[in-house]
C-alpha cells in the first residue's frame, strides 16, 4: 500500500485533531465534574447554614426555658419570643431539600422542640394555679422530664448540625479531588500532544526532505557525467516515484 504525502499529513492531521478532541473531552468532564461538586458545595451550605440558625435560635429557647422552668417566670415571655424565633428557623428548614436520614433526625428534632414547649406551659398553668409556685406536687417531675427531652433536643441539632458539616467537608474535599483530577489529566495529554506535534514534524519533515536531498545530490553528479549514480530512495510516496523515474533515466543514457 502506498502512502502519499498527502496520506502523511492527513495522518498526521487526524491524529493532532484526535488528541484534540480528548483534551477536549476531558477538560469538559473535568469542568463538568467541578460544576457539579460546586452546585453541591451550594447546595450544602445553604442547608448548613439554615441549620446553623435553627440550632442557634433552639439553644437561646433553651437556655432562657432554662431559667424558667428553674423558677423564674419572668423569663416566660422571652422564652415565647425565642420559640417563635425557632419556629421560623425550622420552617426555613422545611424549605429545603433533605435526604432521608436528615429528614428523620429534622422531624425528632421539631418533635421534641413541641414537647419542650407543651410541658413548659404546663408547668406554667400548674404552677400559676397551685398558687405554691415550684412547690406545686408534679412540679419536679414535669421539670425532669423537660430537662430529659432538653437533652436529646440538643443531641438531636448538634448531630444533623455534624451530619451537615460532614458532607460539606466531603463535597470541598471531592471538589479538589475533581480539580486536582482534571488539571493532571489535561496536563498529561497536553504535553502528549506537544511531544506528537514535535516528533511527527521531526519524522514528517525528515522524510520528506531526505529523500528531496539525496535526488539534488545525484542530480548534481549525473551533470558532471556519472551516468552509473543512482538514487537510493526508499519511500512509497511520490518522491520515491520520482526516484524511480530518475533511475529510470539515467539507465536509458547509460545504455
Not at 41 to 59: G, H, Y
Not at 81 to 93: H, Q, R, W
Not at 128 to 134: L, N, P, R, T
Not at 214 to 232: P, W, Y
Request: glycine share 6%.
Amino acid at each position: 500500500m502506498k502512502i502519499t504525502i498527502g496520506k502523511k499529513l492527513s495522518i498526521g492531521a487526524i491524529t493532532g485533531l484526535s488528541l484534540m478532541v480528548i483534551l477536549s473531552i476531558v477538560a469538559y468532564s473535568s469542568l463538568s465534574k467541578i460544576s457539579s461538586t460546586s452546585d453541591m458545595v451550594v447546595s450544602l451550605f445553604s442547608k448548613a447554614e439554615k441549620i446553623d440558625r435553627l440550632e442557634f435560635t433552639l439553644a437561646e429557647a433553651l437556655k432562657i426555658n432554662d431559667f424558667f422552668i428553674s423558677g423564674d417566670l419572668e423569663k416566660r415571655n422571652s422564652f415565647e419570643l425565642s420559640a417563635m424565633a425557632a419556629d421560623k428557623a425550622i420552617e426555613g428548614v422545611e424549605e429545603i431539600e433533605l435526604d432521608s436520614e436528615e429528614e428523620a433526625i429534622f422531624g425528632r428534632v421539631k418533635e421534641e422542640f413541641n414537647q419542650l414547649r407543651e410541658k413548659s406551659q404546663v408547668i406554667f398553668e400548674t404552677v400559676e394555679a397551685s398558687g405554691k409556685g415550684f412547690l406545686s406536687p408534679g412540679i419536679n417531675k414535669l421539670v425532669d422530664e423537660v430537662d430529659a427531652i432538653a437533652l436529646s433536643l440538643v443531641e438531636d441539632s448538634e448531630y444533623l448540625q455534624e451530619l451537615l458539616d460532614e458532607k460539606l467537608a466531603g463535597a470541598i474535599q471531592k471538589g479538589k479531588q475533581a480539580k486536582q483530577t482534571g488539571i493532571r489529566t489535561t496536563r498529561a495529554i497536553s504535553i502528549a500532544g506537544i511531544l506528537f506535534a514535535i516528533v511527527g514534524s521531526f519524522v514528517l519533515t525528515r522524510n520528506i526532505t531526505r529523500p528531496i536531498r539525496a535526488l539534488i545530490s545525484a542530480t548534481g553528479i549525473i551533470t558532471e557525467g556519472d551516468l552509473d549514480k543512482r538514487v537510493n530512495v526508499k519511500s512509497s510516496d511520490e518522491i520515491g516515484q520520482l526516484a524511480d523515474a530518475f533511475n529510470s533515466i539515467y539507465r536509458r543514457l547509460a545504455a
